[in-house]
């Protein structure tokens, strides 16, 4: 628990940061970029909102597993 509070304060900096991130695939790349020359922006708002969306699930996966595990663990320290 300790360890926990140790690395508290690291986490909650490194969530909070707002890095930029250049990370995509060539076809979004591709894609963004010829939305962005017609001049059509349903495409790319499209994408965000696809990007957003593979981004979230395995966030949700992950704590839905934390949760779980972490609440077995505290039930039974208060059952002993």
Known sequence: ??????????L??????????LAQ?????????????NID?????GLNSGILYLMGIPYILLVTVALVFFRKKIWAFFKS
């Open 1 to 10: 628990m300790r360890a926990l509070f140790k690395w508290l304060p690291f």
């Open 12 to 21: 909650f900096v490194a969530f909070l940061t707002d890095l930029p991130a």
């Open 25 to 37: 695939c060539a076809m979004c790349r591709a894609t963004a970029e010829n939305a962005t020359n």
């Open 41 to 45: 922006k349903s495409i790319g708002e």
